[in-house]
C-alpha cells in the first residue's frame, strides 16, 4: 500500500522533468483569438494577431500597442506557424482561435477546402472558430487595424458576426458539410475595412472619432471551394431568409397606394415549405416562409387600423420578398451558382431527377425560377396608429 | 472459491451503466450507419438484452457459480480449465486496450506532449490502488461515479439543442432504409462492444447479494443504455454530419466543443473528458478484477501465492498495452477487426452458446 | 500502585494508610469526633477532600446529626450511622482501594473505630459553569443550550429532551490515572446490538492512562483506519444527541468535556446541521448548499492551476486576458503562489482562534485586509489566486462540523500537486482516490456514504434534501452494515 503512494509520487515528479511542454505560466504563453491566412504561390502566409493582455485589460506595463500581428510565409501552414512561434518569446496559444479569417485571393483560387481541413485535422484550432473571408483587403492587414469599440480585432469582428445570430455563420465542420452535399453551393460572410487601411494600422486610430473600422460586407458565394462573386449585406440577408437563418432585419416596401416606403422589421423568418415544379426544362420552386415582425415607419396613407390596410401592406411586402429573391437568383444564375440549394431540394424530394440533372445543373439553374410566398403575421403595429393623413 | 455476496443490485446497476456507456458514448459508436446510426444503437441494445439475459440464464442454471466453475462444469476439467485461462487472459487484453484507449486520448485531448509512459503507469498505479481497496469500495463508488457521468449525460442533450449546432436537415428526411449497412454495423462490433463485454460480469456475479433481481435491473440498464446511446449517435450525427462523424477519432469530445454556452462558456468538453475518464477506469477495473477471480479459481487447487498471481496478472496487462499499440490508428484497427472476430465473437457468443447448448443437452438426457 | 488490602479494624491505621495515599495531603481533611450523647463511647472519623465537598452539606447532615446520635449498637453500627446521617446516597465500602477512589470523587467517607467498614456519603460539589449557547454549533432557531463539562448535567439535558424508559445509560470508569468516567446512552429499542458489542468493547480495551477530554476516547474507537475524515461525530447540542440517539445511535458522554461523541458517524451528516429540521422542508436548499460548497472547497484551487496552467482554452477570453493581464508582473509561479497563500491562510486561521479576544480584530485586519490586498499591490501575488484561495476558505466554512471542514486540509494540498504535475487528468486521479478511500471507510460497520453508497433509497429523504417531517421522523433508518469488513476484523 506504502510503496503504491510512493512510486506515483515519484511517476509524478519524473513526469515534471520529463514533459514540460504541456504546462506554461500564464505570462509564458500568448494567446490568438484571431488567424489570417493569405494567398502565397505554392504555399501560405499566416498572420497572428497575439494579443497584449495588460493593454488590454488595462493594467499597462509599458505603453505598448494592444496586440501584435506576425506574419510568416510557409508551404505549409503549419511551417508558418512555426516560423513565427520561432519570431516569438513565447509559447503560441493557437486554442482560443475565434476566427479565421482568408484572404479573398485565398479564397479566389480556390483554396477554401484545405484550409477546412486543416482545421478539422489541427488538435490546436478549436472545431467552433468562425471561418470568414475578406473584400478587399488581404486577411493580415485586416487584422492590423486597431478596433475602436472592443479594443481587439478579433473580439469585434467576433461581436460583429454574432450578432447577425448564430445560424448565419459558419465553422469548419459546417463548411466541410457542404463542401460534400451535391445541390447546394457555400456562401460565408466576409468583412471588408470602412476607411484608410493605413490610418486604420496606426495607433491614433484609437483616438479619432472617425476612425477606419472593420464592418461586416455581406456574403461571398463560393463555388466548389472558390469564391466568385460578394452579395452586398442587404441581399445576403433576404438570402439567408430562404434558407431559413435569418433574424431580425428590415424589409422596406412600398405603400400600396402611391411611392412612398414603409418598413417591416422582421424579427422571426422560417421556412415552411419547399416544393419544386419541373415542367420541360423549367424548375420551378415554391418557398413558403413564415414571417413575423412589426411596421415601424410608416409613411403611407392607409389607417393602419384597419385590418383592410394591413393585408394589402401584407401583399406589398410580400411582393418586396419576391422581387428580391429573384434578383439574388438572377446573380446567382449569371454566375452559375446556386446559393440556395436548389439543387438540394431537388435532391431530397426526387432523388431519381436529381441523379439526371446533377451534372450540369450549374447551366441548368439558369432556368430555375423562384416563386416566394410569405404567410406574414403583423404583431404590434405602433403604439400611435397612423391614420395615414 | 466460495464467493461472499457483497454488491447490492443497486450499484452493480451502475457498475453495469458506467461500463456500458462511459467509454462507448465518447468514442461513438456505431456512427458507421450514418443517419441510422440511433437505429444500429438500439438494434444492438435488443441484441445485447437478448444476450445479457442468455449469460444471466447460463448463470442461473449452474447455482450462481463463478465463470470457472461453470465452464469446468460444462465442459470438463480440462477443457473447462484452458478455456478459463482463454478468459482470464482475455479480460486481461481487454483491460489493456482500454488502458491504451485512455492514454490515447488524454494524450490528444488534456497532455499533448506528456510521455504515455507517465499517463499510462499513472493510471494503472490507481487501479493497483483500487484493486487493493478491494471489491466493495469500488463497486460502491460506482454509484458517485455514475450520479456525475449521468448528470452530465442528461445535461449535455439540452446544451447541444440550444446551442444551436444541431441540424437536423443533416438527418432528414430518412432516405432508404440501407438494411445491410445497419445490419454490418451492428452485427458483430455493435453487439460486442459493449454489449457482448458484458460476460466479464459472469465472473463478478457471484459476489452480488439479491441473485433474483439481477434480470430486471440489468435489462433496465441495458435498455437505459441503449436509449441514451442512440440519443448521443444522433444528436452526433445531427452535429457533425452522417458522412463526417465516423471520421472523428472522438465525436462526442468534437461535437460538444461546437456547444458554447451563454457565451461565457467557450468549451465544455471538459464533460466529455470527465465522463471518458470515468468510465475507462471503471472498464479496466472490472476487467481486472474480472480476470484476477478468474486466475484465482483456476490456480485455486495449487495453493499459489495470492499476491504473486495478482502481481503477475498486473504485469500481463501491462505487457499487452504494449502489444501492437504504437499509435492510435493500428490501436483501432485492431480493435475495430481483429478483436471482434477472433476473441469478442467466440468468447463472448460462441463459447455461451455452446454452455447454453450442452444445458439443453444434458436436460434432456436428464 | 494501589493497595487493594481490607480496611483494617483499627481507625488510626486506616487513617494513617489513607493519608499514606494522599501523600499527607493538606486538602485532605481527617475530623474525629466522638457523639456526646452515645451511651457507649465510640470515636467516629469523617474524611474528605476539602476542595471538592459541599461542606455546609457535610456540617448540615452528616457532622450534626452524628453529633445528635443517640442509639448505637455494637451490633450492627453500619446500619445504625446510616440511619443517622441525612444524605440520599450512601454506600458501605470495604477495601482500601474503593475508598480512595471514592475520597476523589468527592465523597465524604465515615470511619468507625473497631470496625472494618466504612461508609461513603455523597457530598460532592463540582465546579461547573452555566449552561451557556453552544460554542462551534449556533444556531438561529430551536434550542440554544449547549452541554458544559460535567456529565451529569449533560445527562440530565439529554433526558429532559428524551422522557423515555429505553434510555439506557452504561456508566464505567476508565483511566488509571484520571479515573475518567465514561457513559454509554441508547435507546434500548433502537439501537443495533451488533454495533453496540463493538462499541462497548471498544471502549473497554482503551489503553490510554489519562483521558482528559473526548477526543482521546474519538480517536482511540476510530480504530485502525487511516483517514483525515472524523468517523465519530462530536456535537455540543443536546437535541442534536437526542435526534441521533432516536436514529438508533449511540453517544458517549465524557466526565470534563462538552463535546459528546455520537457512533457509528456517516459522512453526509457531518453537512447536515439541526437548523435543517427546523426550517421549512423541501424548500430549504442550506443542505445542498452546503455540500456544494464542501466539494467546491476541495476542487476550486485545484481547477484553478489545471485551467491556467495547462488548459486554457477552457478559460473564457475576456477572462483569460484578465488573468494573463495580472499573470505579467507577478514573481512566483502559480503553483507556489497558491500554495504560500493556503498556507499564510491556515496560520491566519489559527492564530485567530488562539488570540486574545481584543486583538483578534485587529489581527484579522492586518492579517487578511492589509497583507492580501497589498500583496496584490506590490506586484507579490496575482489577485485571482487571492480571490481563488480565499473563497475556499470561505466555502469551506459552511461545512457546520468545525474537525469535518479540517479534514480536507491535506487533501487540498494533494490535489494541489497533482493538478500542477497532470492538470485536469490529475484531479481525476486524485478523485478516484478520494472516492474509492471514502467508499472503503466504515464508521463501525456503517459504510461511511451510506445510504448514498451503498445507496439505500429509503434514507434518501433525509439526506441531500430533507423531506417533510412526518416522512423521515416515524419510519426508522436502516443503516446498512458492512459484513464484510466485519467478517474481515475477526
Redesign the interface.
Known sequence: ?KY?YF??II??????F??Q???????Q?S?S?ALGIDYEKEGYTVSLQL?N??E????K?LNNSPYIVYKAKGKTIDTALEKISMNTSRHL?L??E?IIVLGEELARKGRLKEIVEYILHS?DI???ALIITTKGNKASELLKIFSPVEGYSA?EITNTLNKLG??VLN?A??I??EL?EDGKDISLPYIELKGDLQKGMNRDNLDTTTPAHIVFGGFGLFKDGTLKKFLDYRDSLFLQLLNGKSSGFIIESTCPAGSEKFAFKLFNGAVKKKEFKLAHDNYSFQYILNLSGDIRQYNCHGNLKDPETISQLETQINKTIQSKENKILSIAQDHELDPFGLGHSIK?KD?KAWRNVEKDWSTRIKNARLNVHSDITIQNVGNYKSRGD | MKAKPLIGIMEMQFVMVLFLLGSAIILGIGLDAGEYSWLANLLAGITGLFLFNLYVYIWNENRHQSLNFILIAQFGRHIGFIISIVYAVYFAYIASRVLNDIVHFINSTLLHNMHPFFIKFTIFIIIIYTYSKGLEPFVRSAVIFGLVTISFLMLIPFFIVLSGNFHIDYILPFHSLDVKKIVRTVFPALVTFPYGELIVFLALLPFLKEKKALVKGGSIVIVISAILLSIFSFLTIGVLHPDLAKSYSYPLVTTIEHIGLIGFFQRLDIMAVIIFMIGCYFKITVFTFASIFVAKDCTAKWKMNHKSLVSAIFIVIIALSYLYSDNNSLHVKIGLELVPALLHVPLQIVVPALIVMFTFVRGKLA | MKSIEDLSDSLKTNIASIQKAFHSNKELIVRTISPPFLEVKKEICLVYLDTIVDKSVIQEHILRPLLQMKDFSAAHPIHDISNTIEISNIQVILTMNELISHLTNGNTIILIEEIDQCISAATEEWKDRAFTFPQSQRVLKGPQIGFTELAKNNLSLIKRGLKNEKLVIEEQTIGAETNTSISLLYLANKVDHEILETVRNKVQSIELSSILDSSYIEESISGEQITSFPLVFTTERPDVTSGHLLEGKIAIICDGSPNVLIVPALFIQFLQSPEDYYEKPLFELTRLIRIFSFIVSIYLIPFYIALTLFHQELIPSELLINLAAQRQIVPLPVVLEVILFMLLFQVVLESSIRLPTGITLAFSIIGTLILGQSAADAGLVQLASLVVVSATYVLNFAVPIHPFANSVKMIRFFFVFLASVFGIYGIMLGTFVLVNHLCSLNSFGVPYLSPIAPLKTADLKDTLIRFPLKKIINTTKKYSKDDHIKNHKK
Do not use: C, T, W, Y
Open positions: 500500500m503504491l512510486i506515483f511517476l509524478s515528479v519524473a513526469s515534471i520529463f514533459s511542454e504541456d504546462k506554461h505560466e500564464l505570462n504563453s494567446f483569438f494579443i493582455p495588460g488590454i485589460s488595462g493594467e506595463l496559444d486554442k482560443q475565434q488538435p478549436p472545431a467552433n473580439l448564430r445560424h465553422n465542420s459546417e466541410k458539410v460534400l431530397s432523388p
